[in-house]
Every structure is written in structure tokens, then in C-alpha cells.
T-cell receptor
Framework: GAVVSQHPSWVICKSGTSVKIECRSLDFQATTMFWYRQFPKQSLMLMATSNEGSKATYEQGVEKDKFLINHASLTLSTLTVTSAHPEDSSFYIC?????????????FGAGSRLTVL | QKEVEQDPGPLSVPEGAIVSLNCTYSNSAFQYFMWYRQYSRKGPELLMYTYSSGNKEDGRFTAQVDKSSKYISLFIRDSQPSDSATYLCATDSWGKFQFGAGTQVVVTP
């Protein structure tokens, strides 16, 4: 089945630094990837839709200059949290749609837990 | 009103019991319906998906979709402690995925 690899699985950084999270589709090409944020015991909150070769589409209320998304190839999307602050601490999860089988479903990465000190 | 409503639980059942989960949705345009399982501190993993109405069975899991009432269900037979997780329902219409809040399930030995 479709596999999405996300790295790092956890990261701790100092306030004011930037952190990059990578999301790769291992066995399929993904023209579209999605980035979610999840707070404890809450559901997934869509942050942005990452489109290969073009600008990401951000959801309302998500700062595009704060959360930089780059989708440079059909198998890689990155999320950079710039000038991170403690309130950015969260669980970030990427996903990709694998439609080759005809099923329109999302495959998720394992998530990245960010802690900003 | 959220487009997909799901009771967050927690839902506690004894080992061996049937777990019954459900969601309602508001947009009749939704075509694909999915159930994901998420263990603590992990990304969601796809359990089952169905297209349009009907039932789908996979081992101990059965997914049902009733488009007339906009109701989707997941049943887990012979539940095991390893089934303890959060289960999220999801729908898709033209590439816009909508997720329920997730129901926390606890299967006690």
C-alpha cells in the first residue's frame, strides 16, 4: 500500500529558531499533499494544501509567512516553522492522496512532534 | 455546524464486545467515506474506505454508509485491547477532506 514518510518524528528547538519537517511519498507520486496540526485529544486541523510546482493554499487563520511550505517534487513536501515560539508546539502531520488505485483516500505520515522551549 | 459530526467519547468496552462507532455528515455531495485509526502520538492509519452507500467488510471490521440519512458507521467485532485507539471518520468531496473529531475507544481486558 501507499506509504508516506515524515521526518523528524520529534524535534525540540529554542524559541526563535526555524524547524523544517519533511514529508515524502515513498511508492507513489503525490501532486498534492496536506499539512495538518493536531492538539492533544483534538482532531486534525488542516493548515494548508501543498501543490507540486506551485504555491501552497493556506486555510483561513494560518500564517503563510510563519509556516512555509515547499513542494518541489512529486514525492517531497516540506513544512518550515519559522521563528518558532512555544505556542507553535504541536503535533504536525502530513498526508498525501494516492489515487492510482481509483480510491480517493489519504495516507498519513507518522507525524512530527514539535516542542519549542 | 461542522460538516462531519462525531462523538469524541471515550467509549469503553470489555474485550470481546462489539465496538460501534458512527458519524453524521451534512453535505450530500460527499462520495468517499473513510475510517482511520490513530494511536497516541502517531499519525492516522487508514482502516477502511467505501464509495457511496453500502457495506464493506474486512476481517473484524465492517463499515456502513447510509447516504439517505447521511450516516456512516464502523463496527469492530471481537474487540481486543490492541483496538484501543482514537477512530476518525472522514469524507471527501472533490478533494476536500473533512474529518470528524475522533472517538476514543478503550477496550478493557
Amino acid at each position: 500500500g501507499a506509504v508516506v514518510s515524515q521526518h523528524p518524528s520529534w524535534v525540540i528547538c529554542k524559541s526563535g529558531t526555524s524547524v523544517k519537517i519533511e514529508c515524502r511519498s515513498l511508492d507513489f507520486q503525490a501532486t498534492t499533499m496536506f499539512w495538518y496540526r493536531q492538539f492533544p485529544k483534538q482532531s486534525l486541523m488542516l493548515m494548508a494544501t501543498s501543490n507540486e510546482g506551485s504555491k501552497a493554499t493556506y486555510e483561513q487563520g494560518v500564517e503563510k509567512d510563519k509556516f512555509l511550505i515547499n513542494h518541489a517534487s512529486l514525492t517531497l513536501s516540506t513544512l518550515t516553522v519559522t521563528s518558532a515560539h512555544p505556542e507553535d508546539s504541536s503535533f504536525y502531520i502530513c498526508s498525501a492522496r494516492e489515487g492510482a488505485s481509483g480510491a480517493n483516500v489519504l495516507t498519513f505520515g507518522a507525524g512530527s512532534r514539535l516542542t519549542v522551549l | 455546524q461542522k460538516e462531519v459530526e462525531q462523538d469524541p467519547g471515550p467509549l469503553s468496552v470489555p474485550e470481546g464486545a462489539i465496538v460501534s462507532l458512527n458519524c453524521t455528515y451534512s453535505n450530500s455531495a460527499f462520495q468517499y467515506f473513510m475510517w482511520y485509526r490513530q494511536y497516541s502520538r502517531k499519525g492516522p492509519e487508514l482502516l477502511m474506505y467505501t464509495y457511496s452507500s453500502g457495506n464493506k467488510e474486512d476481517g473484524r471490521f465492517t463499515a456502513q454508509v447510509d447516504k439517505s440519512s447521511k450516516y456512516i458507521s464502523l463496527f469492530i467485532r471481537d474487540s481486543q485491547p490492541s483496538d484501543s485507539a482514537t477512530y476518525l471518520c472522514a469524507t471527501d468531496s472533490w478533494g476536500k477532506f473533512q474529518f470528524g473529531a475522533g472517538t476514543q475507544v478503550v477496550v478493557t481486558p
